[in-house]
């Protein structure tokens, strides 16, 4: 019996440490750091999401939650419990991992759509200067603009930074703009270059060319039509076109003449005041005009009064039309300009008192009222 | 024994029980204040995550005021609720110095963009003053337009600095700053030689347009 006592201890020790391991083994610690992770990890990419700029809603909701679930896992991080007891903490941080998951899910979806439209935005408007600049350089109207191309560029560039920093929508604010400004120069050569498509206008220019060639058959002499949208030069002996020269304008020539250095080129009725031959001029040769006559001074004198000009600008004067040697002198400060050879022709056949009708266009469908229509239907598609 | 000392222990336990069972207003007040005053500053725009955080931290503060409360006096325990409001004010007196900061950053960088620009701008219009022999008038008079685009630009960057925004700012004296460069590099490009315009006749011709 004595021995057996012993023997009965130890073995009811042995099955009591053997239980006490056991439950021991079975509890579990009451703050599921799996789970911590699987949130924090969400947390980190909702920031590298900048979910708290692009749906503030949203990553208010999850970091609300968060720091409460995180001041409850401070609370909760020594305790153990049983594993068949509810563990609302773990609940709760699973649900937020979800919900979180589902959020960094749907706001990929749109940060992807943000960049993709930021991406396009930035495409079209590019693609729409791109265009604008060669129209505009193809009639020579980039002086009308000022400004704005330059503008227009360095919006472009802003949005170009914001994309490359991932802040898709400040790119495509600053696209918006840059298109606003592109709206802005076709609604300024519409404004400005409007008369080129303005059917009484260009009825006015048609009457008025015809009167010159009529002037020409009459008087049994030669007269002069420019036109300045085809930017031809035509010369009529007897009411019949003799011949026909390409010419150049000045540097803004397609505009209205206002005032001395606009580099515009004149419109209207002229007659050629003197003709300089070789030793007269510094372009080969030159036939002076009578700008500015009576008209343009009366206009100049309305410019001024209604405030379309600054009162410092003097009235512009020395118009010709006269040679050049150099093929890289496209455009001049506002004459009209042929090449030697064809002004050497022209120069022999007309004399001082020569009638030269400089006038916009002769035809509805000329090359600057194609443009604005270009220009427009674009506008209307963007 | 004298029976006031007797009562000592209990009134002890009682002013410890009482002393736990105050929440930590104080706590959480100072840092709503620490955090409205990180607003006022502009500077919870440059770590907007945290700050939403630092928000969600006091709500969850204010919702385990709540449940105390309805206890009795000698049953509340503010013990939690209180070591976050502490951590919460120090949080929030860490975010208002990183927001401050990342803001003066990004104000630095903005004003080095502008500082690079407005140097880089005047250059650049001295070299347009410069009438480049070679140069058609039409290319010179789009030069100059560029260059007085460029100085009206650096107006806008002053403004988007006045008003805080200085990633526009930065972004757009960056982009002041390569066209500048691009300006400069056109205007000194050479011409080829047998593009040149003979600068004799150059000068002639200048007379005689000067009256355009």
Known sequence: MSSHCPRLIWAFLGWGALALVGSLSGCVEAVPQDAIEAVENIDRDLMELRAAELSPTDYTQFARQWMALKARVQADEDLIRWPWEPNDLEVALRRLQEEGSRTVARLTKERESHRRSAEDKIARVEDRFRMMTLQVSAIDSRFVLGQKPDEIELLMKQAHAFYEEGRYDRSLDASDRAAQNLATEAAVLSSELGRYADRDRISRWQQMAKGTITWSRIHRTSAIVINKADRVLTLYRNGQKVLSYPVRLGFNGIREKQYHGDGATPEGRYRISSKGGQEQTQFYRALVLDYPNEDDRRRYQLWRKTGQIPASRAIGEQIEIHGVESELMPQTLGCVMLDNPQMALLYDRVSKGTPVTIVGALHEQNSLALTLAALNDQREET | ?212
């Open chain 2, 1 to 212: 024994m004298d029976k006031r000392f007797m009562m000592l222990p209990p009134m002890c336990s009682l002013l410890m029980f009482e002393a736990c069972a105050k929440p930590s207003t104080e706590q959480i007040e100072a840092a709503e204040k620490t955090i409205k005053a990180g607003q006022a500053n502009d500077a919870s725009p440059y770590i907007p995550d945290e700050y939403a955080k630092i928000k969600g931290t006091l709500s969850a503060l204010k919702e385990g005021v709540t449940p105390q409360d309805g206890k009795l006096a000698l049953f509340r325990d503010y013990g939690e609720v209180w070591q976050l409001a502490v951590t919460a004010k120090s949080e929030a007196e860490r975010l208002k110095t990183e927001g401050t900061e990342k803001k003066e950053e990004t104000k630095a960088s903005a004003l080095q963009a502008q500082q690079v620009a407005q140097e880089v701008v005047p250059a650049t219009l001295a070299l347009v003053a410069k009438a480049p022999i070679g140069r058609d008038r039409a290319t010179l008079e789009s030069i100059k337009a560029d260059g007085e685009a460029l100085q009206s630009s650096l107006n806008q960057v002053r403004m988007a600095i006045d008003t805080a925004d200085y990633p526009t700012a930065q972004t757009k004296a960056k982009a002041i700053h390569e066209k500048s460069q691009a300006v400069s590099r056109e205007i000194e490009t050479p011409l080829p030689r047998s593009e040149r315009e003979n600068p004799l006749r150059r000068r002639r011709n200048k007379v005689d347009l000067l009256y355009v």
